[in-house]
T-cell receptor, first 113, second 115 residues
Framework: EAQVTQNPRYLITVTGKKLTVTCSQN?????MSWYRQDPGLGLRQIYY???????DKGDVPEGYKVSRKEKRNFPLILESPSPNQTSLYFC????????????FGDGTRLSIL | GNSVTQMEGPVTLSEEAFLTINCTYT??????LFWYVQYPGEGLQLLLK?????DKGSNKGFEATYRKETTSFHLEKGSVQVSDSAVYFC??????????????FGSGTQLTVLP
């Protein structure tokens, strides 16, 4: 089954404690992306990756890091989380960049105390 | 830059009522337009899309027509069901070939359908 898998689904943690949210897709997609969803703001892109070892900033990259060492994986790293990063996070992928629909994971709800 | 404006919710309808969710956009070039749906506790799923002016996307009884003259992509359904209760997002994709930013989303519209 084609899918995008995120882990964990839920996490409550404290300010400053490094965390990683994993994302994996099994569709051999080149393009992967991270979004955060906040009430009234829709989804905003954090980082994206056009292919292995190619990543770039989206609209709200501050406080986040990503890596793309393998095609299937695109982890999101919060080196020193802060309360304003409390949000619902989605990973997505598509075959290529451009006018193609994206496949989304089920989301990760992060609470930073 | 690109932007998408959706009608604010929440929207509450009775079963079998007619649904319209308005969406207008601002974009350079020739964007593709999408509607995504998010059911409770799940990620977004593509509902329908249209890639050029006057195209009509349709799926599961939902329809939307790409209107370049009014820069709109309103979502409609003739008779909603309780199972349609979800959050609906309008989105556009930059028409530039190979555009990396891809999707710009509206703020989402919460739809609740009562039996």
């Amino acid at each position: 089954e084609a899918q995008v898998t995120q882990n964990p689904r839920y996490l409550i943690t404290v300010t400053g404690k490094k965390l990683t949210v994993t994302c994996s897709q099994n569709m051999n997609h080149e393009y992967m992306s991270w979004y955060r969803q906040d009430p009234g703001l829709g989804l905003r892109q954090i980082y994206y990756s056009m292919n292995v070892e190619v990543t770039d900033k989206g609209d709200v990259p501050e406080g986040y890091k990503v890596s793309r060492k393998e095609k299937r994986n695109f982890p999101l790293i919060l080196e020193s989380p802060s309360p304003n990063q409390t949000s619902l996070y989605f990973c997505a992928s598509s075959f290529r960049a451009g006018n193609q629909p994206q496949h989304f994971g089920d989301g990760t709800r992060l609470s930073i105390l | 830059g690109n932007s998408v404006t959706q009608m604010e919710g929440p929207v509450t309808l009775s079963e079998e009522a007619f649904l319209t969710i308005n969406c207008t956009y601002t974009a350079t070039g020739y964007p593709s337009l999408f509607w995504y749906v998010q059911y409770p506790g799940e990620g977004l799923q593509l509902l329908l899309k249209a890639t050029k002016a006057d195209d009509k996307g349709s799926n599961k009884g939902f329809e939307a027509t790409y209107r370049k003259e009014t820069t709109s992509f309103h979502l409609e359904k003739g008779s909603v069901q309780v199972s349609d209760s979800a959050v609906y997002f309008c989105a556009l994709s930059d028409g530039t070939s190979g555009s990396a930013r891809q999707l710009t989303f509206g703020s989402g519209t919460q739809l609740t359908v009562l039996p």
